[in-house]
């Protein structure tokens, strides 16, 4: 059973930067999941923000609103998914989760990104930026 545990929300003023961390297990060996950052504002629907693949694969996935601010990126020695943001802004405040899906691809910008597609999820993470 894969199970997703996130850290490292906060509060921050616009323009700076924080760092996001989903320990991540219980991935099953040989398959192929689909693996990222959703994030979900008051009153909006959750969007996926930066996806990768678990195959050895091509750049990771970002939405428009996060392409040059946001960088996700997985340390397996670890079994930590990252998501480093940089030059905040207030409109990034949302509750941030970690999610995977049973999905095999070897292109990110391939992955799911509605949430229905994805079965495990952390609790979330609380990120607020202040201008």
């Known amino acids: 059973q894969v199970q997703l545990v996130e850290s490292g929300g906060g509060s921050v003023q616009a323009g700076e930067s924080l760092r996001l961390s989903c320990a991540n297990s219980?991935?099953?060996?040989?398959?192929?999941?689909?693996v990222g950052w959703f994030r979900q504002a008051p009153g909006k629907e959750r969007e996926g923000v930066a996806l990768?693949?678990?195959?050895?694969?091509?750049?990771?996935y970002y939405a428009d609103s996060v392409k040059g601010r946001f960088t996700v990126s997985q340390d397996n020695a670890a079994n930590t998914l990252y998501l480093q943001m940089i030059s905040l802004k207030p409109e990034d405040t949302a509750m941030y989760f970690c999610?995977?899906?049973?999905?095999?691809?070897?292109?990110?910008?391939?992955?799911?990104?509605?949430?229905?597609?994805?079965?495990?999820w952390g609790q979330g993470t609380q990120v607020t930026v202040s201008s």
């Open positions: 999610a995977a899906a049973l999905y095999r691809t070897y292109s990110a910008s391939s992955c799911p990104k509605t949430t229905y597609a994805y079965g495990y």
């Open positions: 219980g991935y099953t060996p040989g398959s192929a999941y689909c």
């Open positions: 990768i693949t678990t195959t050895v694969g091509g750049p990771p």
